[in-house]
Each structure stands twice: as C-alpha cells, then as structure tokens.
C-alpha cells in the first residue's frame, strides 16, 4: 500500500503509523520533520507545484518498494504557511524487518530533499524574508543510494 | 505550424519575474529548454537576470525533469524553478 498526501492540514503521527503496522510486518519506521526553532524565526512558508508533486512524491514511493521488500509506505507533506514546532513532512515504511524500514525511510527522505517540488521561504521576527537555498550536505546523501 | 507552450515559475524565480506563469508562441526553430530560456533572455532584464545562470535553476517539462538541452517536442508547460528544498 502506498499513500500520499499534500496538503496544508496536519498529521497524526499516531494514526498514521498504526494505518501502515495494519499491512502486516513486524518493523515499523518513521521520520517526522518539523520546523526547527532557530531563533528568531518566524513563519515558515512552503510553496509547491502542485501538478508535480503527487507525481514525484508516488515515484519516490514506488522506487522504494521496489528496492526493499515493504508492505506500506506512507509520505505526507504540507504546504502552506507553518510556525517554530509545527509538523512538515511525515515518512512511514513497514517491513518484516527494520533494516528494509529504515533504510527505506531514510532513502525517501534523502529522494524527497532533493527531487520533490517543494520550496522554504523563511520570515524572520523582524519581517525580513529569505528562500532556503538547497545544501549540497542534502544532493550527497541522496548520491549515496545510487551506489 | 503554430505551437505554444505553458511556462510556470515557482519561488524565487516566480517572485523576480513578477509573474507565476504565462504562455508564449514557439516558432519552428525552437527545439529545446535551453531555446526558450534564449528567448525570454531576449525579453528583457528581469528575465536576463533571473535566467543568466542555468547552473542555479531546474527544469520540468510536462511535470518530468529536464535539462536545457531536453527537446520540449509536443510538452504543453515547461517549469523553471531554483532547486528543491522541501522535507
């Protein structure tokens, strides 16, 4: 089962990770990423392209459960305007075993950071705004799994 | 023959050119990503600007990666953006 969603609404983490231990396995993993307090930040705003990215986000599953042997993939990511704590992407694999389900979890996320249409624009407490700039930390850690 | 392609913008591309998206005419002698961005550096400064460097940008055609050197063929909307930054 893969499922993907994109939308401003927030997850539960709960749930969703009880839907994906429900198709069977024993090893469960997941990956929440947040937005982290940094100091003065204000909002977090995430932009995306929409015709793309239900597209993209599909294939990175697929790619996954084709590489490791997973009854479940879960990928939800919002957009929208966020705030310091709040939920940005949720990442759930389930497998007989927990190297197939973190492997696999760490392997969309890499995918995600790098190939998914989705854009950071941070507004700081003083009102100045700024686009995150990609890392090239993030293009190495997805090189990685073309080994 | 007439052809016209759906250009879209996405963050800071989007934001410089002041516009998210708009559909421009393709005459026969355009046959790749990298034509078009030729023609809209034509257009003006802004446009110059945002697109001089190709280094820093990405490229989707009909929702697919692409490089400035992909055939834009029959594709109906080419994405320009900077590179992704989500999760």
């Given amino acids: 089962m893969i499922k993907v969603e994109v ?25 929440v990423g947040q937005v982290r307090d940094d100091g003065n930040l204000k909002t977090l705003e ?7 990215t239900q597209k993209a986000l599909q294939e990175i599953a697929e790619t996954a459960r084709s590489g490791w042997p997973l009854h ?16 940005i992407v949720l990442v759930v694999t389930g497998s007989d075993h927990r190297e197939a389900a973190i492997e696999s ?42 080994k | 023959m007439n052809r016209s392609i759906n250009l879209v913008y996405f963050a800071w591309v989007r934001e410089r050119l002041g516009r998210d998206e708009e559909t421009i005419r393709l005459g026969e002698e355009v046959g790749t990503i990298g034509d078009v961005l030729d023609i809209l550096k034509a257009r003006g400064t802004a446009y110059a600007e945002v697109l001089s460097d190709s280094e820093k940008l990405r490229f989707a055609l009909d929702q697919d990666y692409g490089t400035a050197a992909s055939t834009i063929g029959s594709a109906r909307e080419l994405a320009i953006f900077p590179p992704v930054t989500g999760g």
Avoid at chain 1, 46 to 52: G, I, N, V
Avoid at chain 1, 114 to 134: L, S
């Fill in chain 1, 7 to 31: 939308g401003p609404a927030d997850f539960d983490i709960g749930s969703e990770t009880l839907d994906v231990s429900r198709q069977g396995g024993g090893a469960i993993a997941s990956f």
């Fill in chain 1, 46 to 52: 995430l932009e995306h392209y929409p015709a793309m």
């Fill in chain 1, 72 to 87: 479940a993939v879960t990928i939800i990511h919002r957009v929208g305007k966020l705030s310091v704590g709040e939920n």
């Fill in chain 1, 105 to 146: 979890c760490s392997f969309i996320m890499d995918r995600l950071k790098t190939v998914a249409p989705f854009w950071k624009k941070e507004t700081r407490a003083d009102g100045a705004t700024k686009w995150i700039e990609a890392r090239d930390s993030d293009r190495a850690a997805a090189e990685k799994w073309k």
